[in-house]
C-alpha cells in the first residue's frame, strides 16, 4: 500500500481541497427533483440536463444536451490527443420518485451529517457520477494520457426507453475503447464488489374491468365479479409467493446454470444474511441460507407484484365491490432469458387463465452477462484494491440498466462496473444517502483505473 | 279495488293537499348534508336532528332529539290510547357521501323534475320518512286506534355504531308491538317486494409486514417476501374468486338451506340479470343463470375483497418489494351464521396459511331473518296490495341494517319490511331520487298496514 499512495501525486490533498465544491455540486444536483417517472417534472429534468453540461464544461469537457424522442441525454467528450484510448463514462442523472411521508427529511432537500449527504439521488446515481467528474479532473491535471468521454442519461430509472434509438444513431460519433458504469451496490462496506452482469427486467400490467363503476357489496355482492379477488387468483396462478417459484410454464427453460466457481465469488462478496436483512429493512427472508438467497438475488429470475390499484384504499374497509383493479408486475431476466419470450409466455398464460385480463408490457431491458475474467476485469480489480484496500468480489447485480445493452451492441466494447453504492445507502428507498468515504474511495479507484487502462 | 278505496275517507284527497307540504319539507331535508361519514358535516347532522323533531312535533308527535355515544337519534310518541296497539317506525336521516363530479346535479340541492325528485337522501332514506310521517298524520286524523312511535337514525350509514347501546338503554321507554323499517328496495318498479331477511355483516383487515420500508426489487427480488404477493395467495386460499366460493372450512356449515318457496318468491320479484348488470353497470356476472344471481345475493354469505393497500400505485410500474401491505375483505352473512364464528374460523384458516398476516374485525353486524309468513307478513302483504295493486313478492336484502338486530334484541317484537326505493332511484349511486308516484303509493301503503295491525 505504501508504494501506492506515491504514483498518484498529492491525490489526498486534491481530494481534501475539492470537497466543499463536490458538496455544493451534490447540493445543487439533489435539489432539482429529476424524477422521470412523473411527467410533472419534465422541467426539473431540463434544469437538471443544464446543470450537469454547465458542470461538465468547467472541468473542460465539450458537452451538450442532446435531444432523444424522450428527456435528453447529457453527452461529453475530453478529447486530451487522438492517439490516446478512450474511455466512455455512464451515469445516470434521473431519480426514483420520493413519498416525503415515508423521509425522515424532505427528500429533494440535500442534508450533511457528518460524512454522511441525504437526499434523492445522492447515491442513485448524481454522488457517484460527481465522484467519476472528479477524479477525471484530476485524471487531466496529472496528465493521465486517457481521452474521456461522457454519457449521462436521463431516463435510467424509467427503463431507458429512448436511449437505445439515441445511441444507435450517435455511437459513430461516440468512439470509444472501453465503458465504465458507475451505477451499482456493494453487497458490504467492508468488502468491494465488482458486478458483471445484471438481471433484465419486463414490467408489466394486469389490469381487469368489470364494471363501470365500484358498487355496493350488499346489493350486488356475491353475484358481481370482482376484479381484485380475480387479480389475486391470477397472480397465484403466476407464482407461488411463499417461495417465489415462478408456476408459468416455460418460464426457467433458457436459465444457464451457475458455475460452482461463481458462486463461490457471490459468497466471498461479504454477504451476509443479517445483515442483508438490517440494510433493507426485512423482518425475514423466503429462505434462511446464505447461497440460497445470494443465488436468487444474483442468477434467478423473478416475478414480483409491486402494487394493486382499484377498490377502497382508506381508512377502516368501505364494503364496495370494485370495479376496476390493475396489478404492477415485473419478472427479472437473467441471462439467456428473452424479453418477448418471456413476456409471450406470460400474456398466453393469463389468457388461458382469465381471458378478461389485459397484459401489458412497460419499459424492459434485457440481461447483461459480462467478463469475470481478462484486463478490463483485472483492471477493476487492482483499482479496487487500491482505493478500498481488497481485492473486490466478482458478483452479479440483480437490478438492472437498460441502456447496458444498447452500450455493448452499438459501441461494440467492454462494459466495466465501478459501482460505490453500499446497502446502507437506501438505493431506490426512503432516507437515501451518500457518504464521504465513498467519494473518496471512489475518486481513488477511477483514478488508478484510469491509469491503468490507459496503457492498454 | 273499488271497495278498497273506500275505506279511508279522502284519502286521494289528503294525499294531493299535502303535496307542497312534503316536496317542501323534503327539500329541507335534503339541503342539510347529514353526511354521518365525514366528520366535517358533524353540525349538519345535528341541524337535521333538529328539523326532524320540529316536523314530528307539528303533527302532534312528542320528540325529542335523545343523545347517544355518538350522533345523536330522533325519538318521538304520539300516544292515542294507551290500551291501543303501538307500532315503532324506523328510518334514518343520515346519507351517503357524495362527489359532486359525479352528479349531474348538485347533490344536496333538492331538484323537481314533474314527479321526480332529485339530491342525496331523497330516496335513501328522508323521502321514506316523510312518507310513513304523512300516513301517520292521516291515520290519527281519521281516528285509526294505533299508537305510534318514532325512531329516526342519523348513524346508518356508518352501521349504526352507537345504535346497540342507545337502545339497550331506552328500550324500557319504548314499548311497542312491533317494528317498521321503511329503508329498502325493490327489485323492479313493477314488482312491489318486502323484504324479510338482511344479510349480516363482517369487516376484517388482513395485514401483513414483511419489512420496514419499500425496497429496490433488483436489490431484493427473488430473496425477499413480498406481502401482496403472500396476501393475493392467502386471498386465493380463502376463496375462489372466479365462483365466489368460500374455501375455508366451516364458513356455510351454519346457512340455513333455501326453501323452494322461497326462492320461488325470489325470482317473483322481477329480477331481470340485463336490468340488474344495467342498474350496477357490471360487465358480467359470476354465472348468467337468474335463480343462481338472485340466491347469491339474497340468501348466500360472501367473501369480498374491498381494497389491497401497500406498494407503487401512481402511473407505470415502480419496481419496488412493498414491506406492507393490507387487504380490506368483508364478509356478508346469512342465517344462521354468527359473527364471532365466522370471525374465528377465518383467523385461525389465516393463522394456518400464513401466521405473519394478522386477522383485525372492524365493524360487524350479524344477519335478520325475520317472518314469511304470519299475521306482519300477511299485513304487508295485503298493504302492497292495497296500495300499488299487486301482491308483493317476498325478498331479501343482500344488503345490512345493523339496527335491526337491537331492535329485535331490545324491543322483542317482529319487525316488517315496508321499503319503497326503486332500483333506478340510485340508492348509495350519484344522481340519486325518489317519486311522487312512490310516495302516494306508500302513504296508502303505510296507512292499509296500520289500519290492518291496529286491530291485532
Request: proline share 6%; with cysteine.
Amino acid at each position: 500500500m505504501g508504494e501506492d499512495m506515491h504514483q498518484y501525486p498529492k491525490l489526498d490533498e486534491y481530494i481534501e481541497s475539492i470537497r466543499p465544491q463536490f458538496e455544493e455540486r451534490l447540493a445543487a444536483f439533489v435539489e432539482i427533483p429529476t424524477v422521470s417517472m412523473d411527467p410533472e417534472h419534465r422541467a426539473d429534468i431540463d434544469r437538471g440536463a443544464d446543470l450537469a453540461v454547465e458542470l461538465l464544461k468547467e472541468i473542460g469537457v465539450t458537452a451538450e444536451k442532446a435531444p432523444t424522442d424522450g428527456y435528453p441525454c447529457v453527452v461529453g467528450e475530453l478529447i486530451q490527443d487522438r492517439r490516446y484510448q478512450t474511455v466512455t463514462i455512464y451515469n445516470h442523472l434521473d431519480v426514483q420518485p420520493a413519498d416525503p411521508a415515508e423521509w425522515q427529511q424532505e427528500p429533494f432537500k440535500f442534508t450533511k451529517e457528518g460524512d454522511r449527504y441525504g437526499g434523492r439521488g445522492t447515491t442513485d446515481d448524481k454522488g457517484p457520477a460527481l465522484t467519476a467528474l472528479y477524479a477525471v479532473r484530476y485524471a487531466v491535471e496529472q496528465h493521465i494520457p486517457l481521452n474521456f468521454r461522457f454519457l449521462w442519461e436521463l431516463e435510467e430509472e424509467i427503463g431507458s426507453p429512448n436511449f437505445d434509438s439515441f445511441l444507435k444513431s450517435r455511437a459513430k460519433t461516440m468512439k470509444t475503447n472501453s465503458v465504465v458504469i458507475s451505477d451499482t451496490v456493494w453487497i458490504n462496506r467492508s468488502q468491494p464488489a465488482v458486478p458483471y452482469g445484471l438481471r433484465g427486467l419486463l414490467t408489466l400490467t394486469f389490469t381487469l374491468e368489470t364494471g363501470t363503476k365500484d358498487v355496493h357489496s350488499g346489493l350486488t355482492g356475491g353475484a358481481a365479479r370482482n376484479p381484485i379477488g380475480e387479480l389475486c387468483k391470477l397472480i397465484d396462478q403466476c407464482y407461488d409467493a411463499t417461495t417465489g417459484r415462478v408456476k408459468i410454464p416455460g418460464f426457467y427453460e433458457d436459465v444457464v446454470p451457475l458455475k460452482k466457481e461463481q458462486l463461490e465469488s457471490f459468497l466471498a462478496s461479504g454477504f451476509d444474511l443479517e445483515h442483508f436483512c438490517k440494510a433493507h429493512g426485512l423482518k425475514s427472508l423466503r429462505s434462511n441460507d446464505a447461497a440460497t438467497v445470494i443465488k436468487a438475488i444474483m442468477s434467478r429470475p423473478t416475478f414480483e407484484v409491486h402494487g394493486i390499484t382499484g377498490g377502497y384504499v382508506g381508512a377502516g374497509v368501505k364494503t364496495i365491490v370494485p370495479y376496476r383493479a390493475e396489478a404492477k408486475i415485473s419478472c427479472r431476466l437473467v441471462n439467456d432469458m428473452k424479453v418477448d419470450k418471456t413476456f409471450k409466455l406470460i400474456k398466453k398464460f393469463v389468457k388461458a387463465k382469465n381471458p378478461d385480463v389485459q397484459v401489458i408490457a412497460h419499459a424492459s431491458s434485457p440481461p447483461y452477462l459480462g467478463q469475470f475474467e481478462g484486463k478490463y476485469a483485472d483492471a477493476a480489480r487492482e483499482a479496487m484494491r487500491y482505493a478500498f484496500g481488497k481485492t473486490p468480489a466478482f458478483t452479479r447485480e440483480g437490478g438492472t440498466i437498460g441502456a447496458c445493452t444498447s452500450m455493448e451492441k452499438y459501441l461494440k466494447v467492454p462494459l466495466t462496473f465501478l459501482g460505490l453504492s453500499l446497502p446502507e445507502h437506501g438505493y431506490h428507498a426512503p432516507n437515501e444517502n451518500y457518504d464521504w468515504q465513498q467519494t473518496c474511495g471512489g475518486i481513488k479507484m477511477f483514478t488508478r483505473y484510469f491509469d491503468i487502462i490507459s496503457r492498454f
